[in-house]
């Protein structure tokens, strides 16, 4: 089956008692065990739930993957990643992430006694020099967060299978319908729901997808352990968002595209980043990578952050909040914002600069997007 096909049907099997068309949300903590040690397959819903296995299913069959875990949100789902690693190992990290991923490897995983080391990921032969011989993990995302890097999976998976390196790959920017890591060699990819998948800004949650079996057994133990599963009726969300995913993203990714032309001749834009522009330095590993361009565009502003207050405060249909990936277009100032926890020092050493902004590109009209950005960046 095709992906469409795929993500209204697969795990989503018509109810066998009521014959109901959608999965039921199973809003139950327990289940009756039919004698001391046998049951029908769920004992207790942290450990699993109806509800959750449909979507897991889902989240399987669309990243081309063999089993699926959910999550409260995704750094739920990174946390149960890193928790395959012990004191003394270490990460290989790509240089532009989410600033939650640094905070979290920072502030929390280094108390574990793992240390990470991050890498230009430009350079892709410096992941290869960074590791050690504790190096366990390699984590990266593509397109990165904010500066929409683009990573080469299959040359890092050759990097990875020669040292015998787990590579984890964060494909929340892209989504499932524009790019599969695990069909590139990646061994576990990682969602926040909350973004795409989901794709209504209602809900908070994770997902992590692999086809290694023995990761799976370790990262189940661990959602169990650790407890950090979405609720029956965020798992339905998430469920229902995945239906609409392929046409959401086809106009997410058109309406951003044509911004992005649009932006690129602007005068009061300095700088732009999206990879489906010519322009961009990985636009031709993004066409062999993906199969489209995804719907975030990064622009620095000419007037550094007094152009970006003004900018921010003269949108109308781009809503100045966090997250991305939802039906609505919004605009998010990553200094202050996704990456507020990085070093000023080391924000700047990334890229990230005082007059960056990130747009998510919502399914609105495109003439109106582009009216909305032309009003707040006109001089008047």
């Given at each position: 089956?095709?992906f469409e096909t795929r993500a209204i049907h697969e795990g989503q099997q018509p109810d066998p008692q009521t014959g109901?068309?959608?999965?039921?949300?199973?809003?139950?903590?327990?289940?009756?065990?039919?004698?001391?040690?046998?049951?029908?397959?769920?004992?207790?819903?942290?450990?699993?739930?109806?509800?959750?296995?449909?979507?897991?299913?889902?989240?399987?069959?669309?990243?081309?993957?063999?089993?699926?875990?959910?999550?409260?949100?995704?750094?739920?789902?990174?946390?149960?990643?890193?928790?395959?690693?012990?004191?003394?190992?270490?990460?290989?990290?790509?240089?532009?992430?989410?600033?939650?991923?640094?905070?979290?490897?920072?502030?929390?995983?280094?108390?574990?006694?793992?240390?990470?080391?991050?890498?230009?990921?430009?350079?892709?032969?410096?992941?290869?020099?960074?590791?050690?011989?504790?190096?366990?993990?390699?984590?990266?995302?593509?397109?990165?967060?904010?500066?929409?890097?683009?990573?080469?999976?299959?040359?890092?998976?050759?990097?990875?299978?020669?040292?015998?390196?787990?590579?984890?790959?964060?494909?929340?920017?892209?989504?499932?319908?524009?790019?599969?890591?695990?069909?590139?060699?990646?061994?576990?990819?990682?969602?926040?729901?909350?973004?795409?998948?989901?794709?209504?800004?209602?809900?908070?949650?994770?997902?992590?997808?692999?086809?290694?079996?023995?990761?799976?057994?370790?990262?189940?133990?661990?959602?169990?352990?650790?407890?950090?599963?979405?609720?029956?009726?965020?798992?339905?969300?998430?469920?229902?968002?995945?239906?609409?995913?392929?046409?959401?993203?086809?106009?997410?990714?058109?309406?951003?595209?044509?911004?992005?032309?649009?932006?690129?001749?602007?005068?009061?834009?300095?700088?732009?980043?999206?990879?489906?522009?010519?322009?961009?330095?990985?636009?031709?590993?993004?066409?062999?990578?993906?199969?489209?361009?995804?719907?975030?565009?990064?622009?620095?502003?000419?007037?550094?952050?007094?152009?970006?207050?003004?900018?921010?405060?003269?949108?109308?249909?781009?809503?100045?909040?966090?997250?991305?990936?939802?039906?609505?277009?919004?605009?998010?100032?990553?200094?202050?914002?996704?990456?507020?926890?990085?070093?000023?020092?080391?924000?700047?050493?990334?890229?990230?600069?005082?007059?960056?902004?990130?747009?998510?590109?919502?399914?609105?009209?495109?003439?109106?997007?582009?009216?909305?950005?032309?009003?707040?960046?006109?001089?008047?």
């Amino acid at each position: 089956m095709e992906f469409e096909t795929r993500a209204i049907h697969e795990g989503q099997q018509p109810d066998p008692q009521t014959g109901a068309v959608i999965v039921p949300i199973y809003l139950t903590s327990t289940y009756q065990q039919d004698a001391i040690g046998q049951h029908k397959g769920y004992e207790y819903s942290r450990t699993g739930n109806p509800t959750r296995t449909a979507l897991e299913e889902a989240l399987a069959s669309i990243e081309n993957g063999k089993f699926g875990l959910a999550f409260a949100s995704g750094l739920a789902a990174t946390t149960t990643v890193l928790s395959l690693l012990k004191s003394g190992d270490h990460i290989v990290a790509g240089d532009d992430l989410y600033g939650g991923t640094y905070r979290l490897l920072e502030r929390v995983v280094k108390n574990w006694g793992v240390n990470t080391t991050y890498v230009d990921i430009d350079h892709i032969a410096d992941f290869e020099t960074a590791i050690q011989p504790n190096t366990k993990l390699i984590w990266i995302e593509t397109p990165t967060n904010p500066l929409l890097k683009i990573i080469d999976i299959a040359a890092l998976t050759n990097i990875a299978r020669k040292h015998n390196i787990i590579l984890v790959v964060d494909n929340t920017f892209a989504s499932p319908y524009f790019q599969r890591p695990l069909d590139l060699g990646a061994d576990i990819v990682v969602h926040s729901t909350t973004k795409y998948l989901g794709g209504h800004s209602d809900i908070i949650g994770g997902a992590v997808v692999t086809s290694n079996e023995q990761l799976y057994t370790e990262l189940k133990f661990y959602q169990n352990a650790i407890g950090a599963i979405p609720s029956p009726f965020d798992s339905w969300l998430v469920l229902r968002g995945i239906k609409t995913l392929a046409i959401r993203m086809r106009e997410h990714e058109k309406n951003a595209l044509f911004l992005a032309k649009f932006l690129e001749k602007h005068p009061k834009v300095e700088r732009i980043y999206y990879p489906g522009l010519p322009s961009h330095e990985q636009h031709q590993l993004a066409q062999e990578q993906m199969s489209g361009f995804g719907g975030m565009i990064s622009l620095e502003l000419k007037g550094g952050f007094a152009e970006v207050e003004r900018f921010a405060s003269r949108l109308k249909l781009f809503l100045l909040a966090e997250s991305l990936g939802g039906v609505e277009s919004l605009l998010c100032y990553p200094a202050k914002m996704t990456h507020g926890s990085l070093p000023e020092a080391e924000r700047l050493k990334r890229g990230i600069k005082d007059n960056l902004v990130r747009l998510s590109v919502g399914i609105e009209n495109s003439l109106d997007l582009q009216t909305d950005l032309e009003n707040a960046l006109s001089s008047s």
